[in-house]
């Protein structure tokens, strides 16, 4: 991993990160401190404890602070994968807005539902981007008021995203840690392809806790209950989807077609095409 950064107030703001390999690992955010991540090249697949979401390029994703996060990064053909991160420290936010008016005066009314978002690229956002990456090019260009206005540029690209109300969302809650439950967790990633230790450390357990707790609750092992849960959702998506059966099985995390197919006749008596002809016949 390279990474190069430009420091506003002797912290880290902007980084560019660049990697040759593919590899999966924690991103965990601290509690004084946001992110943002625009991919330039290569992908990434974003989980908080609600969340999967699935990055390309000219695509980006906003963290809040105090979630547990985990990121795969994946590589298109032989190219490598690059990404501006930004950081949003509270003590410089507080900064930046001391002397005028915040965007998010007025707007603590929203409601914080998630702990990250996906951001869709704009004409205007890439541009800014491309104006970060010139100045890692060009470091000597670089000053204090130019950096705090380049923050705030990016606040204003992001209130004015399409998804703008899960942005304002998050924007006015940075800083308080939003708690998931047990449930609400693992529903979330019934179909995820993270494992059983990762979805431990998304609820903040070590694993031999996480599996009591799971028992507990559920009064089934984690592998047979997700197995179970996205057999279900493979019945609920045949006579729904047009996607082939192997597409809908890879889609609810099954590795192979033939292993779904086989918990799919244990659970229904029958094949997961007989399943889907079964409706059709219906029609």
Known sequence: MDVKTIELFGKPLFNLVTMSDPIKMATSMPE????????????????????ELRLSQKQ?????????????????????YQ????????????????????????????????NSTKIESSILLEQYINSLVTLFDNPELTSEELLKLKLK??????????????????????????????????NAHICSSLGIEELAQLTNQSLSTFKKTFKQIYNDTPNNYLIGKRIEKVAEL????????????????????????RVFKAKYGISPSEFRLSFSDKQ
């Open 32 to 51: 004084d401190e946001a992110g943002f991540v625009y991919i330039l090249k290569g992908g990434c697949i974003n989980y908080s404890e609600t969340e």
């Open 60 to 80: 980006a994703v906003l963290a809040k602070c105090g979630n547990s996060t985990f990121s795969t990064i994946t590589l298109e053909g032989k190219t490598e």
């Open 83 to 114: 990404a501006i991160v930004v950081k949003f420290h509270k003590d410089i936010l507080e900064a930046l807005y001391h002397n005028s008016s915040s965007p998010f005066e007025g707007a603590s009314s929203h409601e914080l539902t998630i």
């Open 153 to 186: 540029e990016l606040i204003i690209h992001l209130l004015n995203a399409e998804n703008s109300p899960q942005v304002l969302g998050i924007m006015t809650n940075l800083y308080k840690k939003k708690i998931f439950d047990f449930k609400e967790i693992i």
């Open 238 to 261: 045949l006579p729904l989807s047009n996607d082939s059966i192997s597409n809908i099985a890879y889609d609810c995390e099954f590795k192979t077609l033939a292993h779904m197919s």
